[in-house]
C-alpha cells in the first residue's frame, strides 16, 4: 500500500478480508462463520466472510451501476479461477446450465426462466457475482448482517440447484419506493407476499438512490424510503444456448403493484398526489448481474403512513386485486397520467376527461350521457356540484381540442395574462371528479362488469338495446 499513494483500504479488503476478520478478533470482537459438506457452498461461505467488511463500506456507484461488479477490486487469481471451474462443470445438477468451452475465461452458466428471464455469467467471476447477489437481497430486505449474508447465500445456493433441474425456483422481485414512510412500524405485508419495508439506516450500501431525509409540520430530519418484495415461483427453463439472446427486463408484476399502490393510496386516504416513485426495479435471481433502471428522484414530498392508514390503503389494494381492473384499465392509466406525466396542466385535464368517458359513454349525445352519469354518480358520493358546472367543464374539453382554451370561460380570470392558476385549479378539480367516480364504479360490482354504454343505459333507467 504505501507504494501507490492513490490505493485505498476498499482495494485491499477484497483481497485481504480475512486479516481483516484476524484484527477484529484480535480486538475482542467476533466473526460468524458456516461450514457445509457441500465443497462449492462451503467456499462461497469462506468467501462471503472475507468479502463481507469489504461490502460494508464498497463506494455505493459500484452498487449503483448498471452492471453491479467487484472486479475493480477483487480479480480472483488463475489457480482459484481453475478450481470453481473444476467444481462446477463437475456438479451432477449445475453442469445442466454451462455452456462449457474447456476454458474458465470463456464459459459461462446459461439458464432461462419462465418470462423469457434469462440469465448468462462467466464462470471465472461466479464467487464474487454469486456473492454480490446475495448481498444486495438482503439490502432490499433491510437486513444485512452476516449471518443474513450466509442465511441468503444458502437460499440462493438451492435456488440455483433448483434451476439446473428444471424445478419450479422461488424469486423475489425488489423495487425502491422514494418518498414513503410506514409510521409505527417497520415492515407491512401488503399481502401474502407481498412486503414494505422502511428503511431504516441512511448507510444502507444497497439502496442509498431510495434513501432520502425529510421534514414534515409533525416530523424532523426523518429518514423516509421503503423498499417493496414480491415472492413468486418461476418455472425454470433449464439451459439458455443462445448466447446473443437479449436480457428481459420483465417488471410487469412490480408495475401492476406499485400502480394498484398508488391508486389504493389515493383512493384509501383521498389523496390526490402521493408523492411516491419508484427508484429501481431488481431480481433475486441466482447471479442475475443487471441492476436496472435506477430513477433520479427530484420530489421532496413524503407519505408518512400509520398502522390505520396502511390498513386504509391495503383494504383498496385488496380491492383492486380482486376486481378485473382491465374493465376499468383506461381509466386508471388516464387517471395516473393526468397526476403523474403531465407537465401542461391542460393535458392533465384531458386525460382525466376521457377518464370520465371511458367509464360512462354513449353513440347518441356524448356529452349528455357523460355529464348526466357522472353527476349521477357524484350524487351517491355525496360530492356536490351543479349539473350546469359539470356542463361548463366538460365543454372545456372541445376548447382544448380545438386550441383556445384560454378563451373558455372556466379559464378566464381576472389575470387574464396568466391562466395557469386557473387551469390549475380545473384540473385538480376534475381529476378528483374522476377519483370520486372510479371509486363508485370499483365498489358497484353490477356497474363495473357492463361497458360504458351499458352503465348509462342503466345509470338513466333507459332500456337496453
Known amino acids: 500500500m504505501n507504494r501507490n499513494p492513490n490505493s485505498n483500504i476498499k482495494q485491499y479488503l477484497f483481497q485481504y478480508g480475512n486479516l481483516f ?29 472475507d468479502f463481507y467488511p469489504s461490502l460494508l463500506i464498497i463506494d455505493n456507484d459500484i452498487l449503483r451501476k448498471d452492471i453491479v461488479t467487484v472486479m475493480h477490486y477483487y480479480t480472483p487469481n488463475r489457480k482459484e479461477e481453475r478450481y470453481i471451474y473444476n467444481i462446477l462443470i463437475n456438479d451432477d445438477s449445475l453442469k445442466n446450465i454451462i455452456i462449457n468451452y474447456d476454458n474458465s475465461d470463456i464459459s459461462f452458466i446459461s439458464y432461462r426462466m419462465a418470462n423469457n428471464i434469462v440469465i448468462h455469467y462467466f464462470l471465472f467471476s461466479f464467487i464474487e457475482n454469486f456473492i454480490i447477489r446475495s448481498f444486495l437481497n438482503c439490502c432490499y430486505r433491510i437486513r444485512y448482517t452476516l449471518i443474513d449474508l450466509l442465511n441468503e447465500i444458502e437460499i440462493q445456493y438451492n435456488a440455483l440447484e433448483k434451476i439446473a433441474k428444471g424445478e419450479v425456483t422461488g424469486i423475489s422481485f425488489f423495487c425502491g419506493i422514494y418518498g414513503l414512510r410506514l409510521e409505527g412500524i417497520e415492515e407491512y405485508n401488503l399481502s401474502e407476499n407481498i412486503i414494505i419495508r422502511n428503511i431504516n439506516e441512511i448507510n444502507n450500501p444497497g439502496i442509498s438512490h431510495t434513501i432520502a431525509t425529510s421534514t414534515t409540520d409533525k416530523h424532523s430530519n426523518i429518514i423516509t424510503g421503503c423498499t417493496l418484495e414480491y415472492k413468486a415461483s418461476l418455472q425454470s427453463l433449464g439451459r439458455a444456448d443462445i448466447i446473443n439472446e437479449s436480457y428481459t427486463q420483465d417488471n410487469q408484476f412490480l408495475d401492476k403493484i406499485f400502480d394498484n399502490l398508488v391508486y389504493s393510496h389515493i383512493l384509501g386516504l383521498n389523496s390526490i398526489y402521493p408523492p411516491m416513485h419508484i427508484t429501481f426495479t431488481d431480481k433475486s435471481l441466482p447471479l442475475h448481474e443487471r441492476y436496472p433502471q435506477i430513477i433520479t428522484n ?12 396502511i390498513n386504509k390503503v391495503k383494504e383498496w389494494f385488496d380491492l383492486l386485486n380482486a376486481i378485473d381492473t382491465e374493465r376499468i384499465h383506461l381509466a386508471l392509466n388516464r387517471i395516473k397520467s393526468a397526476i403523474y406525466n403531465r407537465l401542461n396542466p391542460l393535458d392533465s385535464i384531458l386525460d382525466a376527461f376521457i377518464a370520465w368517458e371511458s367509464m360512462f359513454s354513449s353513440d347518441i349525445s356524448t356529452t349528455n350521457s357523460v355529464v348526466k352519469s357522472i353527476s349521477r ?37 381576472n389575470d387574464k395574462n396568466n391562466p395557469f392558476v386557473q387551469q390549475e385549479a380545473i384540473k385538480e378539480q376534475t381529476i378528483d371528479i374522476a377519483l370520486k367516480v372510479l371509486k363508485e364504479l370499483i365498489i358497484d360490482q353490477s356497474l363495473l362488469t357492463l361497458s360504458p354504454r351499458e352503465r348509462v ?8 338495446a
Not at 391 to 413: C, E, F, M, Q, T
Not at 457 to 464: A, D, G, H, K, V
Open 21 to 49: 476478520n484476524e484484527w477484529r478478533v484480535h480486538c475482542g470482537g467476533s466473526v460468524s462463520s458456516r461450514e457445509s459438506k457441500i465443497e462449492l457452498l462451503n467456499y462461497i461461505y469462506i468467501k462471503s466472510v
Open 298 to 309: 427530484k420530489s421532496t414530498e413524503v407519505s408518512i403512513l400509520n398502522t390505520d392508514k
Open 377 to 413: 354518480m357524484l350524487e351517491r358520493a355525496g360530492y356536490q356540484i351543479s349539473k350546469s358546472k359539470l356542463n361548463d367543464l366538460y365543454s372545456l374539453r372541445s376548447s382544448i381540442v380545438h386550441g383556445n382554451p384560454n378563451n373558455h370561460k372556466l379559464v378566464i380570470s
Open 457 to 464: 343505459e342503466l345509470l338513466l333507467n333507459r332500456t337496453f
